[in-house]
């Protein structure tokens, strides 16, 4: 075996695709060659080099929700199709004579085409939140840093919460318009998901209750009113998780609200 | 198309996402520019899934799916040429991403990592793509093969010269300093 053929041959032998017979001939003149044999070494150590130096990457989260929401996109959307909250389910079933109450008492005022057009609306909003760029105007994942950012921007101070010890880590917020308003839209994570959530003061008295849940194209859209906001989560993350985040977030409202409305009047 | 195709096509696509995203970032060396090849290679990718189930290599979608984001960015490079070869290396990026991978490595392998940044970076885009899907994706030469569009023997001797002036310029590099 010339150098000549050994140079032809040894990066298929050092990749494992050459025949066995070759790769035999191949390492006997290696053992018989010292260049050749040095060859081979350098051969194998920029390999390793590569491997180390130069790594496969990990696509960013960002895409991996873009791609999804492209392909359900062009597969073809569904129609938003409203569940009934679990509340509004035993209530019915409690009361199944009584057909004049209504379902759950969200649709106070709000007609179900308007809750369409707004479900669409937010829905939007998030998958253009995950194009690259778009998904925040503030990133911290301080509490203290994302709050007073809205001042001036909005004529509402939303809450902000830190729920990293819950596996809700805040990644930021940014101005969003929605139902004809500047709305606030906080972005929190789990592991690689993304969730926004939209809020806004709420016009109308309050609804208590369990969020009403949609599907749509793959993400989940949960709605409710506070006393004082309306609030819109949708993310990817699987229904009982958001619904675990959907709580927190009811919980810290009733928290921070709680004490100030049970304070009795001077 | 029905929702359990769609399943299908994603169960056996969307794993391959990260290896997609290495081969045109290193084919484009812009992160931007590879999203939007990514997203519109698995957009063409969806749109022709029949013909690829046909082949009935249903254990194979990588390859399949790394020769159409191959195709994407050819044809995106085309279509930018200008942009293309005006595009900074990112080398922030790049460092963040081995930063990620192998914290240890960060403070002794700065300069090595990127002297061979800049060596593959010289590399034509041909010889580029053949040593990121041998040494980063780990596909075979009949992958490398299938993906590039080129004969076995091509793809043998084009990981041959690459990796020789891969050391030639590594070398010169040395003795430089």
Not at chain 1, 99 to 104: D, E, H, L, N, S
Not at chain 1, 154 to 159: A, G, Q, R, V
Not at chain 2, 68 to 94: P, Q, S, Y
Request: proline content about 5%; overall charge negative.
């Amino acid at each position: 075996m010339t150098h000549r053929e050994l140079e032809l041959q040894l990066d298929a032998y050092v990749d494992g695709e050459l025949a066995p017979e070759d790769a035999r001939e191949l390492e006997a003149h290696l053992s018989a060659c010292g260049d050749c044999a040095r060859l081979h070494e350098a051969r194998v150590a920029l390999s390793a080099a590569i491997r180390e130096q130069v790594p496969a990457l990990h696509a960013p989260d960002a895409l991996r929700q873009r791609v999804r929401a492209t392909l359900r996109d062009a597969a073809g959307t569904t129609r938003v199709r409203w569940g009934l909250p679990a509340v509004a389910t035993r209530w019915l079933a409690l009361a199944a004579s009584l057909a004049t109450v209504a379902v759950g008492g969200w649709r106070l005022g709000v007609s179900r085409a308007d809750e369409d057009a707004l479900a669409g609306q937010v829905l939007a909003s998030h998958v253009r939140s995950l194009m690259p760029g778009h998904l925040t105007d503030v990133v911290s994942s301080d509490q203290h840093t994302v709050k007073p950012w809205f001042n001036g921007k909005l004529d509402f101070s939303p809450p902000v919460y830190d729920f990293a010890g819950r596996g809700f880590p805040l990644v930021g917020g940014r101005l969003d318009y929605v139902g004809g308003r500047p709305v606030a839209a906080l972005v929190y994570g789990r592991r690689q998901h993304l969730i926004n959530v939209f809020l806004w003061p709420a016009t109308r008295g309050s609804v208590g209750g369990g969020p009403r849940v949609a599907t749509q194209q793959g993400y989940h859209l949960l709605q409710w009113t506070s006393p004082e906001y309306a609030y819109w989560i949708v993310s990817d993350l699987g229904l009982a998780e958001l619904r675990g985040f959907a709580q927190l977030l009811q919980q810290a409202d009733s928290t921070v609200a709680g004490p100030a409305a049970a304070r009795p009047l001077p | 198309m029905e929702p359990s195709e769609l399943e299908r096509f994603e169960a056996i696509v969307l794993p391959h996402l990260d290896a997609a995203y290495t081969l045109a970032r290193y084919l484009t060396r812009n992160d931007h520019d590879a999203q939007d090849i990514v997203q519109d290679a698995y957009l063409r990718a969806l749109k022709y899934f029949g013909g690829f189930r046909g082949q009935g290599s249903a254990g194979d979608g990588r390859a399949w799916l790394l020769a159409i984001v191959r195709n994407t960015a050819h044809t995106w490079r085309r279509r930018h040429r200008g942009d293309a070869l005006t595009t900074e290396f990112d080398e922030k990026v790049h460092s963040d991403a081995v930063a990620e991978a192998n914290p240890a490595t960060v403070l002794d392998g700065d300069s090595a990592r990127e002297t061979l940044y800049q060596a593959l970076d010289r590399l034509g885009p041909e010889f580029r793509e053949v040593i990121v899907l041998r040494e980063l994706e780990g596909l075979s030469y009949k992958e490398i093969g299938d993906v590039t569009g080129v004969p076995i023997g091509t793809v043998m001797s084009r990981l041959a010269r690459a990796r020789r002036r891969l050391q030639e310029t590594l070398r010169n590099r040395e003795e430089g300093e």
